[in-house]
């Protein structure tokens, strides 16, 4: 039988002795994270930090449902992110998809809610634009599959509305029914795509979701960031977590000889997160793969998961996993 010291390691920065069990006779020891990570990664940094490096390591995952914006309503789902921008085409819906892929691609169980009730886009996404909503025995929404993520859709609720029409109750009592009314198989997080916008029927829907985190993505161009800033301002208000930004488009990358060019200027990004004290989470490139892989159904992390991009997506789905076990850990 092992014997697990009270001794604590000498761990890398971000990993905790709390979540570790050592056999020191032996030298090895267990690391169960509280939230989805690249197991490999981590590894590598265990086995590279001087105080931890010779201990032959086991890492594991049992991510940790932590609380929301809604104590009262039941969780059924894991982690709820809501994923926001202030402007529409800045790549909200782009970056939900790949982010769910991202933690999904983490060994976590994911779900995907296209609430953007102005052009529910990740149907199309997804390549699955014609699926028809299946409506189970007990009543409930099945959610379509794709890559390994269960993904619900306004759009197969709202199939001919105008959302031109929509107020924030009509807006929001739609989302709660597709919340709830879905019959999800058990989620480590749910990423919800929000509709672009910080008006009435934004706040209405995100102060009715169990929220535990957002993420406000923009571009570095000035109009989206004075939008961008909004969304972070709404955030605030309904006192609902904010992780940080997510800039993406922050700048153009040549295919052929990787030259880059900030064509949406650049520092933006980082320059409001910092004045609203919040981080700047990641950068993402614009790039014709990306692009690509979206208009054809293939996500570039599915179909080129060594891609720059696809490893930066990944890194920016474990950064956001470990935030919100952090943020919520500290506000607790
Ligand atoms: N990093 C990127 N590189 C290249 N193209 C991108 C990138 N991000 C998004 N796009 C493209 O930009 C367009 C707009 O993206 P997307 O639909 O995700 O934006 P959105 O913010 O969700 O828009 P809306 O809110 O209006 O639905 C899409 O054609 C998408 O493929």
Known sequence: MAQFSENSIDLPAGISN????????????????????????????????????????????????????????????????????????????????????GVQQLGARVGLLDADIYGPSIPTMLGRDDHE?????????????????????????????????????MASSALQQLYRDTQWQPLDYLIVDMPPGTGDIQLTMAQKLPVTAAVVVTTPQTVALRDAEKGIAMFDKLNIPLLGVLENMSFYECSQCG???????????????????????????????FRDSLDHERPLLIEQ???????????????????????????V
């Open 259 to 289: 030259h880059q060019e900030a064509i949406f200027g650049s520092g933006g990004g980082a320059n409001i997160a910092a004045s609203h004290g919040v981080e700047l989470l990641a950068q993402w490139p614009l790039t014709t793969a």
């Open 133 to 169: 909503l299946v409506i189970n025995e007990r009543n409930k929404m099945v959610p379509m599959e794709r890559f390994g993520v269960q993904v619900n859709s306004l759009g197969y609720l709202v199939k001919d509305d105008d959302a031109t029409i929509w107020r924030g109750p």
């Open 18 to 101: 709390q979540w570790v069990s050592v056999d020191n006779d032996r030298r090895q020891a267990t690391l169960t994270l509280p939230f989805a990570a690249d197991i490999e990664a981590v590894n590598a940094q265990l086995n590279q930090h001087p105080g931890s490096s010779d201990y032959d390591w086991e890492v594991k995952v049992n991510i940790k449902k932590m609380p929301n914006s809604q104590p009262e309503l039941p969780l059924t789902t894991g982690n709820v992110i809501v994923v926001s921008s202030g402007k529409g085409g800045v790549g909200k819906s782009s970056v939900s998809v790949a982010l769910a892929l």
């Open 305 to 331: 998961p060594e891609h720059d991009f696809s490893q930066l997506i990944k890194q920016t789905a474990a950064k956001i996993a470990a935030r919100i076990y952090h943020q919520a850990d500290k506000n």
